[in-house]
């Protein structure tokens, strides 16, 4: 009888032993999906995959390693099972045992095919690029204007020149205010020629020219800064320009625009295949211009209006350009 009651207890705790060898085995064995590189180690079996910084040795490796594309380096995604009741040598790495094994970047004779898996979905780089406009207000006006004056002789000219540009800088900076930025961007005295046919050509007279330029951020001073310097003397303007010093915002905001458009194009030509779009590989910015305004190019000052010149200053252009090289998948 009390055999009887041993052999019974017996097989009751081997059912328990096996019962939770079981639940351990499948408890340390997790199905994941993972994305990373292949590399060589010392560990038997010789390979691992690093993934966000994680390191996963394959326990099958050499199920793999008869295909082409299997070399160090190569970026690969896998599917298989984490198996953390398995000891290795070293330890290096969380131990896994793969299902489904394919390259992510395109290969030769369809080795971006997925093996073991029976996935025949393809990954194909695409190139596309993105353009955006911008509008954005100037913040700064650029003026030049110019004293032209001439005489017989060349230091009449000069003279001449030297009295009306004190009075026109002066006018100037009175008009434009003390934020302002003024300085001499072009000096020139050049002697005035006379042409006759067979003859060579005689000096009559020189020609003296001071242009001084001015930067403001008030762009309401512009007109009075142009009327100003007209009444004290100047008699030419060089050209008048819009800028914008301060374009960090439009600028951003242009370069997110193309990008999205760009990103726009990578997701419409996945999806005309029948796939998805899978990462971004490469990024390019292609440039960002803002060009001024011009609103007067050469432009005598005695062609402005009596009154107070009126000045429209409009808006600025601001466009970039990106390209991207995308990663999709084809149905």
Known sequence: MMRKLFTIFGALVLVALVTTQQGLAEASATEITLRG??????????????????????????RFQKESWFKEALEVEATGETKSDVMTTYMEGTPFEVRSLRPLAQGPA??????????????MRVTVSGDSIVQAQPDTAIVTVSVVTQGKRAIDAQQENAAKSEAVVRALKAAAGPGAEVKTSGYSLQPQRVYRENQPPTINGYEASNSVTVTLGD??????????????????????????RRDRPARDEALAQATQEAMGKARVIAQALGGRLVRIIEVQEEGTTRPPVPVYDKMEMTRMA??????EVGSLEITSRVQLIAEIEGG
């Open 306 to 311: 009596a009154t107070q010149t009126p000045i």
């Open 37 to 62: 590189r292949l590399q060589k180690t010392v560990e038997p079996g010789g390979w691992l995959i690093v993934a966000d910084g994680q390191k996963y040795l394959l326990l099958n490796a050499q």
């Open 219 to 244: 762009l309401t001073k512009v007109g009075a800064v142009i009327d100003a310097t007209a009444q004290a003397g100047a008699n030419d303007i060089a050209g008048i320009s819009f800028t914008l």
């Open 110 to 123: 369809g080795g971006n095919q997925a093996v073991g898996g029976g996935d025949t979905r393809r990954l």
